[in-house]
């Protein structure tokens, strides 16, 4: 009895460390993380009525909850003002919502590890006019996996994520997650500007 419950625990133990990452190089797409945030800048996320349902409740309080983005793909973009990599491709995912947000996509930047008004400052310097939120422990990005930033999660519309960008996102990079998210097919994980089929 004692060798069966410990076994129990082991498998059980061996799931609860199986991280996104690891599903994902399975050709599994796993749940996405919940969390609750609150809102850095509202932004826009566009005007279907999903989208302004989201516009409305979950940015109207001023806290962001990753349920009230099930029914939309949505591209979630961890990064912050210092990183370099980050200023890269904020023009990039700028062009991006501008081009697959009217096609449905929700675009959201997680900003971490950052100043509240260095982050501000971020945001009006690029222009970005996608919602940003803001973790301020960095328990999100340990609940995904995240090791660094920028890092970039694709999730389709039921909430699953079907791929994973390391590094800054390129255009290419950007389209080819974007396409994951909107069919729920999985991509995997990729490197930032090096996409391998």
């Given at each position: 009895?004692?060798?069966?419950?410990?076994?129990?625990?082991?498998?059980?133990?061996?799931?609860?460390?199986?991280?996104?990452?690891?599903?994902?190089?399975?050709?599994?797409?796993?749940?996405?993380?919940?969390?609750?945030?609150?809102?850095?800048?509202?932004?826009?996320?566009g005007?279907?009525?999903?989208?302004?349902?989201?516009?409305?409740?979950?940015?109207?309080?001023?806290?962001?909850?990753?349920?009230?983005?099930?029914?939309?793909?949505?591209?979630?973009?961890f990064?912050a003002?210092?990183?370099?990599?980050?200023?890269?491709?904020?023009?990039?995912?700028?062009?991006?919502?501008?081009?697959?947000?009217?096609?449905?996509?929700?675009?959201?930047?997680?900003?971490?590890?950052?100043?509240?008004?260095?982050?501000?400052?971020?945001?009006?310097?690029?222009?970005?006019?996608?919602?940003?939120?803001?973790?301020?422990?960095?328990?999100?990005?340990?609940?995904?996996?995240?090791?660094?930033?920028?890092?970039?999660?694709?999730?389709?519309?039921?909430?699953?994520?079907?791929?994973?960008?390391?590094?800054?996102?390129?255009?290419?990079?950007?389209?080819a997650?974007?396409?994951?998210?909107?069919?729920?097919?999985?991509?995997?994980?990729?490197?930032?500007?090096?996409?391998?089929?």
């Amino acid at each position: 009895m004692a060798f069966i419950a410990l076994l129990a625990y082991g498998l059980t133990a061996t799931e609860a460390e199986t991280t996104v990452d690891d599903s994902l190089a399975q050709g599994i797409a796993p749940e996405a993380p919940m969390f609750s945030l609150p809102v850095l800048t509202s932004g826009s996320v566009g005007r279907d009525a999903h989208r302004t349902e989201i516009q409305r409740e979950a940015l109207g309080d001023g806290q962001l909850e990753s349920s009230e983005l099930r029914g939309a793909p949505y591209v979630l973009n961890f990064w912050a003002s210092w990183c370099d990599p980050c200023r890269t491709e904020a023009p990039v995912l700028e062009q991006g919502w501008s081009r697959f947000g009217p096609q449905g996509v929700v675009f959201v930047g997680l900003n971490m590890q950052d100043l509240s008004d260095d982050a501000k400052a971020f945001v009006s310097e690029y222009e970005i006019r996608f919602p940003t939120i803001r973790d301020p422990s960095s328990a999100v990005a340990d609940d995904f996996g995240a090791v660094g930033i920028p890092e970039t999660y694709f999730v389709d519309k039921r909430g699953r994520v079907t791929a994973h960008t390391i590094g800054a996102l390129t255009p290419r990079d950007l389209a080819a997650g974007v396409h994951s998210a909107r069919t729920g097919k999985v991509l995997g994980v990729e490197r930032g500007g090096a996409i391998r089929r």
